[in-house]
Structures are given as C-alpha cells and as structure tokens.
C-alpha cells in the first residue's frame, strides 16, 4: 500500500523568500510518480509539478522544483520567491496504477507575509 | 480552460435527500474517473474509480451503495449520494485523465445535508 506523509501542517514564509515544503513517501511498487497540488481556499486542485521515479533530474517548473531524494524516498516542493498569492494548501501526491489513481499527504497550509 | 468540468459546484438540501453530481471530460475520453473525498481542513482521500461500462472499484471503507457511480458514457461520470445526511456533507472532487492525458481535476462539489 502506498503512504504520503507531510508532516507539516503549516508553514509560514516571508514574501520573496524561498521555502521548502516535505514529502515522504512509502510504497513497493517500481514505478510510480509524484505530484505536487496546490488548493486554494476556493478548492480546485492545481497542478504544480511532477517527478517520475526513473526521472534523474530532479524536475522544475518556473518557481517550483522538486528536490527528489530516491533513496530517501522523500519529494520536497520547493519554492523559490515566493509571493502573497502562493498563500493556499499544498498537496503532496503519489501515483503508481498507470498514473492514475492518487494518495495524497495530509497537506501544508502555506502562507505568505508581506 | 477547464478540461474537467463538475457540476452542480455547490449544493445544500436536506437530509435523507439523494443528490447527484456530475463530472465530465471535456475533449476528451476518459475510461476511467476518480471521486475523491475531503473533510474540512484533511486531505483528499480517493473513494472509487468509476470505470466506464462496468461496475465502480470502491476504496476500503467506502459505502458502494451510499455512493452509487455511475460511468454511462466516455465523457460522463456521476456520482450520487443517496438517502444524504449531515455526516455526508464534505467536499467531492473528481478526476480524469489517463492513456497521453494527465490527471485533471474538476473544481469539486461543497455539499451540505442540513
């Protein structure tokens, strides 16, 4: 069975600095994926990033990147600048059945100060 | 724009009401949906996967006959709350994708059994 745990609840973080949000994950499946997803208050899932278990880079997007320690078998978000609207739920995910079917973690609730 | 659409967004009724909630794929076919489940302030927990002309795989825990799902086209799944009570009241998000699409998100459905 697959396990995400985040064992943040909340975080706070001033304006445009960076901040790194944890993610760990267990399962005995080979191949799997990790997700990053941002809910805001008004709750729709966004997709921020994503990080395949056979990727050897570690994956970025914009001001998101993902820093992916396999054996560790953990899948930190980082943000990078971060600025008042990055404020909202954040969601760490894992995906093994085609990619399809998601566990989620707990989840962070980030916010930013001015 | 959105390519998973879930409607209605909000509902409110009254208990020992059925209610029915829609999600659809937009553009394109989607054999496989997930509904997705989240208390205030707790994480989404994957409830079924709606499988498009045979019977829902529910999760370990959940009701199949609480929560029918039902998968009639490639672009539609619904799911229904029946016989709604204040305990069902939460968050109901879907999920489609899979094959060369990502996993989208609907915008979820806030229901609320007074």
């Known amino acids: 069975a697959q396990k995400i745990t985040q064992t943040q609840p909340g975080m706070f973080v001033q304006e445009k600095e960076a901040v790194t949000l944890d993610c760990t994950y267990d399962t005995s499946d080979p191949s799997y994926g990790l997700f990053w997803y941002k809910q805001p208050s008004s709750g729709e899932m966004i997709f921020l990033i994503y990080?395949?278990?056979?990727?050897?880079q570690n994956a970025t997007e914009g001001r998101y990147s993902l820093n992916f320690q396999k054996a560790r078998k953990s899948a930190n978000l980082v943000i990078s600048a971060s600025q008042l609207g990055d404020s909202a739920m954040y969601f760490c995910?894992?995906?093994?059945?085609?990619?399809?079917?998601?566990?989620f973690g707990s989840g962070t609730k980030l916010n930013v100060k001015p | 724009g959105a390519v998973v659409s879930q409607h209605p967004s909000w509902v409110i009724c009254k208990s020992g009401t059925s209610v029915k909630i829609e999600c659809r794929s937009l553009d394109f076919q989607a054999t496989t949906m997930f509904w997705y489940r989240q208390f205030p302030k707790q994480s989404l927990m994957l409830m079924a996967t709606?499988?498009?002309?045979?019977?829902?795989?529910?999760e370990q825990g959940v009701e199949k006959d609480k929560f029918l799902i039902n998968h009639a086209s490639l672009t539609l799944s619904t799911l229904t709350v029946t016989s709604a009570h204040p305990e069902d009241s939460s968050f109901y998000i879907c999920?489609?994708?899979?094959?060369?699409?990502?996993?989208?998100f609907g915008d979820g459905t806030r229901l609320s059994i007074l």
């Open positions: 995910a894992m995906s093994s059945d085609n990619f399809n079917k998601f566990y």
């Open positions: 999920s489609a994708g899979g094959g060369d699409q990502p996993q989208h």
């Open positions: 990080q395949g278990s056979y990727d050897q």
């Open positions: 709606s499988n498009e002309g045979s019977k829902a795989t529910y």
